[in-house]
């Protein structure tokens, strides 16, 4: 019932909005034990070299009573300026209101640069470039039980996108790195929200960097498509892995997908297959 309650908020957040020329978009995945995660988007195009990205998503971690601990969400806003036909600035930030004894926000800057047109067999590639920082304060201990008094750290960190098409491919890169923690976070406490680059997934745990490469092969109806990401808890001293795949349907100037992301819920346990579903659409 949450889930559908904040699915509902979100529409009403963002179809105002549609009227005017964008794209609008939902993901969400779900698995075992009642595990839910759910982001929607709306950009924007207000064409005077402006786009506006509102953004929210939801995160269940389960519906049984007896291992209950809550559910968050996140708002954020991303503004981008067309300098030229080639380059883009970007800023935006986030906001996770307390909830689980967790609340965190955050900006960022930084660009999107149309590398060619054309070059050889790539086309159409960018580089995107961004840097800024995280605040985490956290009441809680990751099982739920209060910790005494407050933990509060910020986040420097900085990324890395590349992307192409090659023929029918799409090829895109993701990297991203913390490059320091002012206080490095006990291992007890955990970020109630960490994303995976090109996948729905929401898990726990504060990372210290991650990578993830999306491949594509777009044709006029279908799309499949493969993800594999790689992250490092900051807890742990090996590497995490993460994978998704499935198809999307091309209908006009609409898209739904389907198919699985493969990951960890938080820093201890293996890894469990969820189900994925996404739609978009142009106005």
């Known amino acids: 019932m949450r889930f559908v309650t904040a699915l509902l908020n979100l529409v009403l957040l963002i179809c105002p909005c549609a009227l005017c020329y964008g794209q609008l978009g939902f993901s969400s995945v779900s698995g075992e034990r009642g595990y839910a995660a759910m982001r929607g988007g709306f950009v924007w195009d207000l064409d005077n070299d402006l786009t506006l990205v509102p953004s929210g998503g939801y995160y269940r971690i389960s519906d049984k009573e007896e291992d209950e601990t809550g559910a968050t969400g996140k708002a954020a806003l991303e503004i981008q300026y067309e300098l030229n036909d080639d380059l883009k600035l970007i800023a935006g930030g986030f906001y996770i209101p307390r909830r689980m004894g967790f609340e965190a926000m955050g900006y960022y800057a930084g660009a999107k640069y149309n590398l060619c047109y054309r070059c050889g067999i790539f086309k159409d590639a960018y580089l995107r470039l961004q840097a800024g920082q995280n605040f985490y304060d956290l009441t809680a201990y990751a099982d739920g039980t209060p910790y005494p008094g407050h933990f509060r750290t910020p986040a420097t960190q900085a990324g890395a996108e590349v992307g192409s098409e090659v023929g029918k491919f799409f090829f895109q890169a993701h990297y991203n790195k913390v490059i320091k923690?002012?206080?490095?976070?006990?291992?007890?406490?955990?970020?109630?929200?960490?994303?995976?680059?090109?996948?729905?997934?929401?898990?726990?745990?504060?990372?210290?960097?991650?990578?993830?490469?999306?491949?594509?092969?777009?044709?006029?109806?279908?799309?499949?498509?493969?993800?594999?990401?790689?992250?490092?808890?900051?807890?742990?001293?090996?590497?995490?892995?993460?994978?998704?795949?499935?198809?999307?349907?091309?209908?006009?100037?609409?898209?739904?997908?389907?198919?699985?992301?493969?990951?960890?819920?938080?820093?201890?346990?293996?890894?469990?297959?969820?189900?994925?579903?996404?739609?978009?659409?142009?106005?």
């Open 181 to 283: 923690y002012n206080h490095k976070p006990p291992e007890n406490i955990v970020s109630n929200w960490t994303e995976i680059p090109f996948m729905t997934a929401i898990v726990q745990g504060f990372v210290s960097d991650v990578s993830a490469v999306r491949l594509s092969y777009r044709t006029q109806w279908i799309t499949p498509y493969a993800v594999y990401a790689r992250y490092k808890y900051l807890a742990r001293n090996h590497d995490t892995i993460s994978v998704a795949g499935g198809l999307a349907l091309h209908w006009g100037k609409s898209t739904i997908s389907g198919g699985v992301e493969v990951f960890e819920q938080n820093q201890q346990e293996n890894r469990k297959t969820y189900f994925s579903m996404a739609a978009s659409t142009t106005f």
